[in-house]
T-cell receptor
């Protein structure tokens, strides 16, 4: 199993540009999520999905869109990039979103995004 | 006040030392607790879950004190390979979307 994969690994955008960060998992996990990690702030949840066709907002959703058309893929779209979106983005998946302590989060390797 | 607070460190310890990290959380309704490990410029990975009775995995021991809203991680006989950032993670609700991550404590083990 490849686990959770993310592309690209690095990206530089200009303010106002749009792009899609790709995330895929091959573990047949129902729950997928996107986090951003900034210095001194910990990982913060952007959007999540409990299954194909179902998405919801996390703590910091503004400026981002997601969709979940298949179990495997969960792309994150930046609509109009801003310097405040410079961050490291992690996609994660788990067998369930039950939150009962058994839903270990498996993270992808991350995408380092810089917005100029 | 942050929902999950950790001493950022760094903790610099010699190989073979015992080191302890602490974490406090603010939401008394929090239901499950974890320690994740994150190597430099890598993704977080689950180290261990934390149970009320305390639990041990080899050289690692985790403790939970619900009354004081306090979680700890003890590493015995530190190895160079233990050098990483340790994230305290708390689930304050009934779903994985309620996971709250601490900012992490950095450990550097030296010869």
């Amino acid at each position: 199993n490849a686990g959770v994969t993310q592309t690209p690994k690095f990206q530089v955008l200009k303010t106002g540009q749009s792009m899609t960060l790709q995330c895929a998992q091959d573990m047949n996990h129902e729950y997928m999520s996107w986090y951003r990690q900034d210095p001194g702030m910990g990982l913060r949840l952007i959007h999540y999905s409990v299954g194909a066709g179902i998405t919801d907002q996390g703590e910091v959703p503004n400026g981002y869109n997601v969709s979940r058309s298949t179990t495997e893929d969960f792309p994150l779209r930046l609509l109009s990039a801003a310097p405040s979106q410079t961050s490291v983005y992690f996609c994660a998946s788990s067998y369930s979103g039950a939150g009962d302590g058994t839903d270990t989060q498996y993270f992808g390797p991350g995408t380092r995004l810089t917005v100029l | 006040r942050k929902e999950v607070e950790q001493d950022p460190g760094p903790f610099n310890v010699p190989e073979g030392a015992t080191v302890a990290f602490n974490c406090t959380y603010s939401n008394s309704a929090s239901q499950s607790f974890f320690w994740y490990r994150q190597d430099c410029r890598k993704e977080p990975k689950l180290l261990m879950s934390v149970y009320s009775s305390g639990n041990e995995d080899g050289r690692f021991t985790a403790q939970l004190n619900r009354a004081s809203q306090y979680i700890s991680l003890l590493i015995r006989d530190s190895k160079l390979s233990d050098s990483a950032t340790y994230l305290c993670v708390v689930n304050k609700g009934g779903t994985a979307s309620k996971l709250t991550f601490g900012t992490g404590t950095r450990l550097q083990v030296t010869l």
